[in-house]
Every structure is written in structure tokens, then in C-alpha cells.
């Protein structure tokens, strides 16, 4: 099959939607910082649940997004710049 190629879609759009995304993702976590706040206070159980959920966060970004960018981002440019 041999046609004409498509042009990439614009990327202000979406960047657009990922900073709304971030946004969102700032906010619903000032949100649960307020609920943590208010129900469990500054008591040691407090800081081990904020303890729990930072480990998975934590070895998320280490392994999973830093790998992914890692070896992402160059690759993706070279794409880019062969249809530019």
C-alpha cells in the first residue's frame, strides 16, 4: 500500500493536554495531602502510610519512567526529524 503520508499532528495540542494532566495530577494530590492532613495528622501512622506510598512512587521513577525516557526521547527525535 503506497499513498501519501500523513502529517504528524500538531504538538500544541498535545502538550496542551499533558500540562492539563499535570495540572489535575497537582491538584488531586494537594487534595489528599488536606485529607491525610486532617484524619491522621502528624502521628507516626501518618508517616508510615505517606512512607508506603512514596516506596512504589520511588522505584517507579527510578526503573520504569527513567528507562522509558531514556530510550524514548532519542529515538522519537531521530522519527521526527526524518519526516521533517
Same mark, same amino acid.
Given at each position: 500500500?503506497?499513498? #501519501?503520508i !500523513? /502529517? #504528524?499532528p500538531? $504538538?500544541k495540542? !498535545? +502538550?496542551?493536554?499533558?500540562a492539563?494532566g499535570? @495540572?489535575?495530577s497537582r491538584l $488531586?494530590g494537594?487534595? &489528599?495531602?488536606?485529607?491525610f492532613?486532617? =484524619?491522621?495528622?502528624n502521628s507516626?501512622a501518618a508517616?508510615?502510610? /505517606?512512607? +508506603?506510598? &512514596?516506596? #512504589?512512587?520511588?522505584? *517507579?521513577?527510578l526503573?520504569?519512567?527513567?528507562? @522509558? $525516557?531514556? $530510550?524514548f526521547?532519542p529515538v =522519537?527525535s /531521530?522519527l &521526527?526529524? *526524518? @519526516?521533517?
Amino acid at each position: 500500500m503506497t499513498g #501519501p503520508i !500523513a /502529517k #504528524p499532528p500538531r $504538538s500544541k495540542g !498535545a +502538550a496542551f493536554f499533558v500540562a492539563l494532566g499535570i @495540572l489535575l495530577s497537582r491538584l $488531586s494530590g494537594l487534595a &489528599r495531602e488536606r485529607v491525610f492532613a486532617h =484524619y491522621l495528622g502528624n502521628s507516626d501512622a501518618a508517616g508510615a502510610f /505517606k512512607a +508506603a506510598l &512514596r516506596i #512504589p512512587n520511588f522505584l *517507579q521513577n527510578l526503573f520504569g519512567e527513567g528507562v @522509558l $525516557s531514556a $530510550s524514548f526521547i532519542p529515538v =522519537y527525535s /531521530k522519527l &521526527r526529524s *526524518q @519526516l521533517d
